[in-house]
């Protein structure tokens, strides 16, 4: 019913900036999101935004990404920048249709930081 297919991740070196994309398609969507996953690590949501526009950052990336999307939650985009090699991780796109309880995920896209 909801397909998310991100795009974007690579290598980069500490310090870097990488953007990130993410594509919707299916039931409308009202809340997208990006969490990511490091190897044995839980994951960890770290941006969201709604059909306003309004957003939220972890602790952990808050002054260093920002998140924004199109207006009709269709498109979704996460600006990393002074990337660290802690933020080396799956990051995934993340949707959530208006009757729903439950996200939906994208497959992930691998972002590398490293010197």
């Known amino acids: 019913q909801v397909q998310l297919v991100e795009s974007g991740g690579g290598s980069v070196q500490p310090g870097g900036s990488l953007r990130l994309s993410c594509v919707a398609s299916?039931?409308?969507?009202?809340?997208m999101g990006w969490s990511r996953q490091a190897p044995g690590m839980q994951r960890e949501l770290i941006a969201t935004?709604?059909?306003?526009?309004?957003?939220t950052y972890s602790d952990s990336v808050k002054g260093r990404f920002t998140i924004h999307s199109g207006s009709d939650l269709k498109t979704l985009y996460l600006q990393m920048n002074s990337l660290k090699l802690e933020d080396t991780a799956v990051y995934y796109c993340?949707?959530?249709?208006?009757?729903?309880?439950?996200?939906?995920w994208g497959q992930g896209t691998q972002v590398t930081v490293s010197a």
């Open positions: 993340s949707g959530r249709p208006r009757y729903e309880s439950d996200d939906y």
């Open positions: 299916g039931l409308d969507l009202v809340l």
């Open positions: 935004i709604n059909r306003f526009g309004d957003t």
